[in-house]
């Protein structure tokens, strides 16, 4: 077999990171770490990856899912040439060459690697190594050399001399070997040193002591070589992929204002002529189109934004999809679940959660949209809320095309406006509405002439209100209003005037022998005004109607009936309101 193999040792538990989480799965710039390697791979074209696991090495393979790579665990970890020998038995055969890397070193490229690769080939060494010089060397295994400039071995830290100590040239502890070389001098590797573990290290003196070709190569950028221990190293790795990935994007086309102050994850596209203000934060498996406006510290997570849209000031978008031309923004929340169509808007202080919101969509100010489906061309007034909770579980909230929500709206869900109905501000829509209908819920104005010079002049207690003065209503003069006119003039404080002239109403129909009911009925909706007096009579009708509230209103009645007196009673009321619906 002559193909190349990749190892990469990823057993190490990363003590200085102080964190449970193994070292290979802190993230740089949105990836775990592990996975810069195997991507460098790819990009090399390495068809067989094989990764040394130990410390948490579910977490790890856990992680590595979805990616074509053979995990091998180090029960134990005894050193990195112990933990490339556990390679052995599945590449016993091999006779190719086998490319060893750090699973900690996300700054690696491809070219400095493949560089490594080509002079490992072309000089036909048995041990090819990169090195690179640093001005701290503490904590880095120093490359030894003969007087010709030759590697004789690589010494730990902890085994240098003090003379040792002062070499700049360091081992990254990525290397090229020989298969057949590599296992045959691991066997005689030996752990005679400070840490008593067996160094991968050890092999390079093994093969200067049989003779065998050893060549190097050195990385002139050394912090691409560097590994992550800490939390420091792991920030420093963060500036270095974060600078790279927005580089690549302004050479294609984006424009980045501050490159400094702007995070964008290694797993963000951005299409050409897209500006990115400062601040701005993208996460995750986000895709932004060609011409769209990235505003000031804006924060974009999983999330699609197609080609001329813009987002803008201080929002956050998670987990949602934004149509071509939308706007979105300033202060916006987009929850995961949200999908805006083309030319929507979404405008200050909006929130939305698992909700479509159609084609030309306007929700400008102030509002809370959640399990929701908008139309199209739908107007959605500042301060609307869909009550979409009960305490126990969600409810949906279907709003149709060309419909108009008025300001200060609440939708108790579940709830459908029809196309282009009307709902009027300051209603709490709980009841379908028609389609093309007006929906309306106010508690009646009712102005207190004279009362600021009242209670300036001291003749009104501080915190009392003087009476009202009401317009009385004029049966007579609204009968050829419309029917919801009607219900608005009736429902003016429930008056005495209206009480007659309701029982006046409904007696021209009412033979004399059933006037007693009449008196029942009336007296019971006069109760009931009383202790729903911030009802319209409207909902207080529909209310009656209801068969579980009217049911328990009818048992709380003065007279006590037998189930079937109930029921009969109960259908001379439906049929006095039905009758009194078609007159009014």
């Not at 085994?159 to 081992?171: H, K």
């Not at 752990?191 to 160094?199: G, P, V």
């Not at 406006?293 to 197609?306: E, K, M, N, Q, Y």
């Amino acid at each position: 077999m002559q193909r190349m193999v990749a190892v990469i040792l990823a057993a190490g538990q990363g003590t200085r990171m102080k964190s449970q989480k193994p070292k290979v799965l802190h993230p740089v710039a949105g990836l775990p770490m592990i996975h810069y390697p195997l991507n460098l791979l790819d990009k090399l074209g390495v068809a067989r990856t094989i990764i040394v696991v130990g410390h948490q090495k579910e977490e790890v393979r856990k992680a590595l899912e979805g990616r074509k790579v053979e995990i091998v665990s180090q029960a134990e970890q005894l050193g990195t040439g112990h933990a490339v020998l556990q390679v052995k038995p599945i590449l016993s055969r091999s006779r190719g060459t086998i490319l060893i890397l750090c699973g900690d070193t996300p700054l690696l490229t491809a070219g400095t690697v493949g560089q490594l690769i080509k002079t490992h080939k072309g000089q036909n060494a048995d041990v090819t190594l990169l090195t690179t010089t640093v001005p701290d060397p503490r904590g880095y295994g120093r490359i030894v050399r003969d007087d010709e400039g030759r590697v004789t071995r690589i010494v730990e830290e902890r085994d240098a001399s003090p003379v040792e100590r002062q070499i700049q040239e360091i081992n990254t502890g990525v290397y090229c070997f020989d298969a057949s070389f590599l296992f045959e001098a691991l066997e005689k590797v030996k752990n005679d040193n400070a840490k008593k573990e067996y160094y991968l290290t050890d092999v390079v003196k093994i093969a200067v002591d049989q003779r065998k070709a050893v060549a190097s190569v050195f990385a002139t950028n050394a912090e691409e070589t560097e590994g992550i221990n800490n939390r420091i190293d792991l920030a420093r790795a963060e500036r270095v992929v974060r600078r790279r990935i927005i580089e690549t994007l302004m050479l294609e086309g984006v424009t980045v204002i501050d490159p400094d102050s702007t995070y964008i994850d290694a797993t963000v596209t951005i299409g050409p002529d897209t500006t990115v203000y400062p601040g701005a934060t993208l996460e995750g498996r986000t895709t932004i189109g060609r011409n769209c406006l990235i505003g000031p510290h804006v924060r974009i997570a999983d999330s699609t934004i197609a080609d001329a849209a813009a987002v803008r000031d201080s929002t956050v978008v998670v987990g949602s999809q934004v149509g071509r031309g939308a706007v979105v923004g300033p202060f916006a929340h987009l929850r995961p679940g949200s999908v805006l169509m083309e030319d929507v808007r979404v405008g200050n202080y909006v929130e939305v959660k698992k909700t479509t919101l159609g084609a030309g969509t306007k929700a400008n100010h102030l509002s809370y949209l959640g399990d929701a489906t908008i139309g199209k061309r739908v107007n959605i007034g500042a301060g609307t809320i869909t009550c979409n909770y009960d305490g126990r579980k969600k409810h949906p909230t279907t709003i149709e095309d060309e419909a108009f929500i008025g300001s200060d709206t609440q939708f108790i869900a579940p709830v459908t406006v029809g196309r282009g109905a009307l709902v009027a501000a300051g209603t709490t829509v709980t009841d379908d509405v028609p389609p093309r209908a007006l929906a309306i819920s106010r508690v009646p104005q009712m102005n207190r002439e004279e009362y600021v010079k009242a209670r300036r002049e001291g003749k009104i207690a501080s915190g009392k209100k003087p009476p009202a003065r009401r317009k009385p209503v004029e049966f007579d003069e609204i009968a050829e209003m419309p029917l919801i006119g009607k219900f608005e003039r009736f429902a003016v404080s429930y008056e005495e005037a209206f009480f007659s002239k309701f029982k006046e109403l409904l007696a021209r129909e009412i033979p004399e022998a059933r006037m007693e009911r009449l008196e029942e009925f009336v007296a019971f909706v006069r109760r009931l005004s009383s202790v729903y007096q911030a009802l319209s009579l409207p909902d207080l009708l529909r209310r009656i109607l209801d068969e579980t509230r009217f049911l328990h209103w009818v048992q709380s009645a003065p007279t006590k009936r037998s189930g079937a007196e109930t029921e009969a009673w109960m259908d001379e009321v439906k049929s006095l309101l039905s009758l009194a619906d078609r007159r009014l």
